[in-house]
């Protein structure tokens, strides 16, 4: 009832686009941190901005939370423009990666922070900060001060912190970073389940490409300021749009080469690295002769002693480098060219041959589907 | 590896110890002599206590003394952290550099310098407005507030510095107004800092001999001004008396100051743990 009364004043906003930031600038002095960027949030989406550090996906974060001012564009969350709002005002809460609790303070008075600025009553301060405690079970903790917690315990007391206000949006700051790398994945799990629970529109800043492919619903892959692809985790995984968010989301073989022949239904690529020519199953749009890169996933990559039957996607090379993963082997192959390409290959098939050694005369090949055309 | 010696260790200490606290020691024990002379030991009394609680003099010199190191603290603490705090976050704005530097320039100019610098001013002053019309007790603590600003701006730009902006920005996503988040926030994380600041003040401002000497006038002498000119015309036992309950009361002060900053120390070094 209250989204709809909302909905009715604010014709402007709609459920697929709870948040939207419409080409947002920031420059500082001489450097633009953040240059030209769109997109848009659903309401109770998890949306994560993934990149390596300095590539403006931070400084996004903290104009959305409204601590750094909009060089140019627009920032609008619920159809509201935040722009002119101070972060004091603005209906978002934040998740900061060294948590910020306040040292001195017990976690209960850190949760209640919030709500007392707003001038909530103490009865039901009491019950909200109870509740938030609850839900992220943390309630024996709550007279506890902050250095007396461990850094999950931390981190889901900054959580209780900035959901009990209940936000519009929940940002969050490299979530993760401070926690040690075996509890991450359980914790990120439980952090997913837990804004699920409360239903809230989240934005979280990461660099780790599976954190942001375990947690979010759909991700904005940012470099150098501007937004490279923007997707679902396995869309932009699967079907990268450029060599930078191929080589970013996970590992990836690149050939670049030049399309000799172009039907509707097939391409056949030529490119230096390989004697073989590539196929790829599908048409592409653009003129022959145009250079392109193809990248192939290393677990795409088939590796066999004997030769394969195909004269396409096929190469022989020796094994350079062997990396046992555990569930899978990396096997590093160079070709007669000096490339080095990636494949990885199960554990399981190792039960039925014997892998092969360093050294070894190996061939890598993959499918007609395997290759995604890159042309930029 | 140099193996230190333990019996050379213990020697250089004693020795050093001996150094410090020898000058020291024979005051406090010479203040129960009986006898009139500084160093001719008759028999133990309490005489000089006894004539220090008399001494009308004396007494109203600790007073204003004490009044004025309060004064002083107090002042400095409020200005000092004003400055240190500017210092700390306002970035680089135009003049900083000169700004900085005027506020740690009163920690290595020389005190006389200060203190002539300041009578200067403050007699042309008399002259051209009238005010001040005689030096007292606000001259000294114009001085004095002028001195100790450095020191707590200093302490408190260090602190302010190490600490984390997240936290401001926390409280302030929170919805507390910067004015707000500035004393709910800050000043509790700081208040250490406040306090080296407050004892450091008070305590220049109690020994201050040279800007009180230049700044003070009639009817406002401070007691390191009575001492120096009674030490002048020739050293009474009092004056061992006297240094004596000076003496305990720091150490009583130093110690629990002390306890209890050690006591957050291991606190703020837990919390950033």
Known sequence: ?376 | MIKPNKNLQVTVLSLGFFFLYAPILSLVVYSFNDSQLVTIWSKFSFRWYGELMHDDELINAAWLSLKIGLMTAFASVFIGTWAGFVLARMGRFRGFALYSAMVNAPLVIPEVIQGISLLLLFVEMAKYIGWPAERGVLTIWIGHVMLCISYVAIIVQSRIRELDTSLEDAAMDLGATPFKVFFVITLPLISQALVSGWLLSFTLSIDDLVLSAFLSGPGSTTLPLVVFSRVRLGLNPEMNALATIFITLVTIGVLTANYFMQKAERKRMAMSA
């Open chain 1, 1 to 376: 009832m209250n989204t709809n009364e909302s909905a009715q004043k604010k014709p402007a906003s709609t459920d697929e686009k709870f948040v939207q930031v419409i080409d947002v600038v920031k420059k500082f002095d001489e450097t633009t941190a953040v240059d030209g960027v769109s997109l848009s949030v659903a309401r109770n989406e998890l949306f994560a901005l993934l990149g390596s550090s300095g590539c403006g996906k931070s400084t996004l974060l903290r104009m959305l939370a409204g601590f750094e001012t909009i060089t140019s564009g627009k920032i609008l969350i619920d159809g509201e423009d935040m722009s002119r709002l101070p972060p004091y005002k603005r209906p978002v809460n934040m998740m900061f990666q060294s948590y910020a609790l306040f040292p001195h303070m017990t976690v209960e008075s850190n949760i209640a922070f919030g709500l007392k600025q707003e001038g909530v009553g103490k009865g039901e301060i009491a019950e909200r900060v109870a509740d938030a405690l609850n839900l992220v079970q943390m309630s024996k903790y709550a007279k506890r001060k902050p250095f007396q917690l461990s850094g999950g315990q931390q981190q889901r007391a900054a959580l209780a912190r900035s959901l009990v206000k209940r936000p519009k949006v929940l940002l969050l700051d490299e979530p993760m970073s401070a926690l040690d790398k075996q509890i991450r994945q359980r914790t990120q799990i439980e952090l997913v389940n837990i804004l699920y629970k409360v239903g809230v529109t989240c934005i979280m800043v990461t660099h780790d490409q599976e954190e942001a492919m375990t947690m979010a619903d759909r991700l904005a892959v940012m470099s150098e300021g501007r937004i490279v692809q923007l997707g679902a985790p396995n869309e932009v995984y699967e079907y990268p749009n450029s060599k930078f968010a191929a080589s970013f989301i996970g590992s990836t073989n690149l050939f670049a080469g030049a399309i000799v022949e172009d039907q509707p239904d097939h391409i056949y690529v030529e490119s230096p690295d390989l004697k073989q020519r590539m196929f790829i199953s599908h048409g592409v749009t653009g003129p022959l002769g145009m250079p392109v890169s193809i990248s192939v996933r290393p677990e795409r990559v088939v590796l066999s002693r004997a030769k394969p039957a195909q004269d396409t996607n096929v190469a022989v090379g020796k094994v350079v480098n062997i990396a046992y993963m555990g569930g899978y082997t990396i096997y590093h192959v160079q070709l007669e060219s000096g490339k080095v390409v990636m494949a990885n290959v199960s554990t399981l098939m190792f039960d039925e041959t014997e892998p092969p050694g360093y050294d070894a005369e190996v061939y890598v090949s993959w499918g007609p589907t395997a290759g995604v055309v890159l042309t930029k």
